[in-house]
C-alpha cells in the first residue's frame, strides 16, 4: 500500500528556517519523480520543488529558487524540503506528490502546515 506522510511544518519567523519530510512506503522514492507542492488560502496548489527518479536532478520554481532544496534519503526512503529565508507569503500547506513507475501512477501526502509570521 502507498503511502506519503508529511511532517515538520509548523510557525517560524521570517527569515527563519525549517525543514519537512515526507515519509513514503508501498514504492521507493529513488525510482520515482518527487515532489513538493504548497496551497495557500485561496490559491490554487502550486508546485514549488522536483527531484527525478534519473540520477539526482532536481529544481525548484522561481518563487523559492535558491531559498528551498529538495532533497532525497534513499535509506529512508523520505524526500525533504530545506527552507531558508523563509517569508509571509510562503505561508501554505505543504504536499508531497509521487509519481511512481512504471504507470505512472500519482500519490499525494496529507499535507502539513507551514506558516510564517512574527
Known amino acids: 500500500q502507498v503511502q506519503l506522510v508529511e511532517s515538520g511544518g509548523g510557525l517560524v519567523q521570517p527569515g527563519g528556517s525549517l525543514r519537512v519530510s515526507c515519509a513514503a512506503s508501498g514504492f521507493t522514492v529513488r525510482d520515482s519523480f518527487m515532489s513538493w507542492y504548497r496551497q495557500a488560502p485561496g490559491k490554487e496548489r502550486e508546485l514549488v520543488a522536483w527531484?527525478?527518479?534519473?540520477?539526482?536532478?532536481?529544481g525548484a520554481e522561481a518563487p523559492v529558487r535558491g531559498r528551498f532544496t529538495i532533497s532525497r534519503d534513499n535509506v529512508k526512503n523520505t524526500v525533504y524540503l530545506e527552507m531558508n529565508n523563509l517569508k509571509p507569503e510562503d505561508t501554505a500547506v505543504y504536499y508531497c506528490?509521487?509519481?511512481?513507475?512504471?504507470?505512472?501512477?500519482?500519490?499525494w501526502g496529507q499535507g502539513t502546515q507551514v506558516t510564517v509570521s512574527s
Open positions: 527531484i527525478s527518479n534519473i540520477g539526482d536532478i532536481n
Open positions: 506528490h509521487a509519481r511512481v513507475y512504471p504507470g505512472p501512477h500519482q500519490y
